[in-house]
């Protein structure tokens, strides 16, 4: 028998992915259990969904940590390690034409917010970190924090879209505004950049004619319920290994990348 993998769990709104998770750790199909469940919005629905379920919870104020640094930005309270050239050079969040200033508050206000939710998380030791409708970008300052065993990666996305296509907050938003003919969700592992980790797994769904930005997202959601449990279990299962691969193209360039590979399941004797 497997043993139950521990999952922590980051959300900002209704947690209906959530609550597909924790109904799968309780039906066994996901060998594991949440033991905690943060939040950057204390209203988030997913926190009362936890709590009906006996899971512990925190909320983190991102808001007030951003507003109070554009007010009295001397204020802010920093890690002791945080290393701002370490974070630039890491970061692929925003492009070169970026003003410096923008990308260096964005850091800055990240590293004070994830300082506290890490501060919050150390009581519980966790094998896999999962946002479920997380809407904040997590910056390398955390992503380190959580990834120390290099190439082990355990910070798990869902993206309401198929990814490299549609990065961003509103997936299946712009899946419909650009007139696509099947829409998706995907699940990866976090990375540097936005939505733009090793992929896991993906679903898709079919758009007629007659689909609106409400039906796009109910067909998205009932998909994701499926999708994320599944990526879960395989991770729980030890089945995910990430390589590092790299294609000669045809003008000569070198396309490096780490991918996933999904090892076969071991027979059962
Ligand atoms: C889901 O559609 C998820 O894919 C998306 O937010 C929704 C959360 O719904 N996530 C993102 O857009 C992340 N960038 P839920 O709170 O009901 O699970």
């Known amino acids: 028998m497997n043993k139950k993998i521990r999952i922590g769990a980051l959300v900002s709104g209704g947690g209906t992915n ?44 991102y808001t007030s940590i951003i507003q109070n640094f554009k007010k009295e930005p001397e204020k802010i309270i920093l890690p002791e390690d945080f290393d701002m050239n370490d974070l630039l050079s890491k970061q692929h ?13 964005f850091i800055i206000t990240r590293a004070a917010a994830e300082a506290r939710l890490l501060g919050k998380m150390k009581p519980y030791q966790f094998d896999l970190l999962i946002l479920a ?21 355990r910070i798990m996305n869902i993206h309401p879209a198929l990814l490299p296509a549609f990065p961003g907050t509103d997936g299946y938003g712009d899946t419909f505004r650009y007139g696509c003919k099947v829409g998706g969700c995907t ?3 976090i990375d540097y950049g936005e939505d733009s980790g090793p992929i896991i797994g993906q679903k898709t769904f079919r758009i007629q004619e007659n689909d609106t930005l409400d039906t796009i997202k109910k067909k998205g959601l009932k998909i994701e ?13 030890s089945r995910l290994e990430t390589v590092k691969i790299s294609h000669t193209l045809k003008n000569g ?16 004797h």
């Not at 492009?95 to 260096?104: R, V």
Request: with cysteine; net charge positive.
């Open 18 to 61: 959530l609550q597909a998770i924790i109904d799968s750790c309780e039906s066994g199909k996901i060998d594991g259990k949440i033991i905690f469940v943060g939040s950057d919005n204390p209203g988030a629905f997913g926190l009362k969904r936890a709590k009906k379920h006996g899971i512990s919870t925190f909320f983190v104020n």
């Open 93 to 105: 969040f925003f492009s070169a034409d970026m003003p410096h200033e923008k990308i260096k508050s």
């Open 133 to 153: 409708g997380f809407m904040r970008n997590l910056s390398p300052y955390f992503i380190d924090r959580v990834n120390t065993v290099p190439g082990d990666l």
């Open 187 to 189: 699940v990866h592992f």
């Open 225 to 237: 319920w499926e999708l994320y449990p599944e990526c879960i279990q395989l991770f729980a299962h």
């Open 253 to 268: 360039k070198i396309l490096q990348r780490t991918v996933v590979k999904i090892a076969q399941p071991q027979s059962a």
